[in-house]
């Protein structure tokens, strides 16, 4: 059983390039997150998507995008990348829909990113 | 507004001990909790939750928590703490209706010595 997978594991960018953190689950959830950890704050969501074609922003959503064309697949787009965004950043899924609101979610090992 | 802490930054317990993770919320309603685990250089882990019923939970590793709703908490325990619970504990609760989107404590470092 794969979870959820994120890649890459470890990046390093400069101030104002772009990428794309990638997120891939195979238990056919139609919830998927993505969150930031910081030292002392916890977990911050910064969007979510309900299935294939829904996002909403989370609690942080500034200087991230994100898009859901499969349900398998949700990608995270830094536009510009900042030092304010180093981070470690996670990618969780589950079932979607108020009577699954009690199920939780599955995690994946996270992408550790520098931005010099 | 929907929240939850974690009053400790750190808690240490020797091995064989029992430990004591604390957890409080504020919800309206009635809430769901989760209590999860995270190991070096890994994701979150789910440990166990309370959605309704007995205000003991039991879950994984051999871990409970108990729901106290006058007192708003949601206390992580276990009767002896080993080693290998050596780890970053977070406490969460549910909001947003049929999204469910989960709040996360701020995390608790546990310490067990042998």
């Known amino acids: 059983n794969a979870g959820v997978t994120q890649t890459p594991k470890f990046q390093v960018l400069k101030t104002g390039q772009s990428m794309t953190l990638q997120c891939a689950q195979d238990?056919?959830?139609?919830?998927m997150s993505w969150y930031r950890q910081d030292p002392g704050m916890g977990l911050r969501l910064i969007h979510y998507?309900?299935?294939?074609?829904?996002?909403d922003q989370g609690e942080v959503p500034n200087g991230y995008n994100v898009s859901r064309s499969t349900t398998e697949d949700f990608p995270l787009r830094l536009l510009s990348a900042a030092p304010s965004q180093t981070s470690v950043y996670f990618c969780?899924?589950?079932?979607?829909?108020?009577?699954?609101?009690?199920?939780?979610?599955?995690f994946g090992d996270g992408t550790r990113l520098s931005i010099l | 507004a929907q929240s939850v802490a974690q009053p400790e930054d750190q808690v240490n317990v020797a091995e064989g001990n029992p430990l004591t993770v604390k957890c409080t919320y504020s919800?309206?309603?009635?809430?769901?909790l989760f209590w999860y685990v995270q190991y070096p250089n890994r994701g979150l882990q789910f440990l166990l939750k309370y959605i309704t019923g007995d205000n003991l939970v039991k879950g994984s590793y051999g871990f409970e928590a108990e729901f106290n709703k006058s007192q708003t908490s949601f206390h992580l325990k276990k009767p002896s703490a080993l080693v290998s619970d050596s780890a970053l504990y977070f406490c969460?609760?549910?909001?947003?209706?049929?999204?469910?989107?989960?709040?996360f404590g701020k995390g608790t470092k546990l310490s067990v010595k042998p």
């Open positions: 919800v309206s309603g009635n809430p769901y």
């Open positions: 969460a609760v549910y909001y947003g209706g049929s999204q469910g989107n989960l709040i």
């Open positions: 969780a899924s589950r079932v979607a829909g108020t009577a699954y609101s009690n199920q939780p979610q599955h």
């Open positions: 238990m056919n959830h139609e919830y």
């Open positions: 998507s309900v299935g294939a074609g829904i996002t």
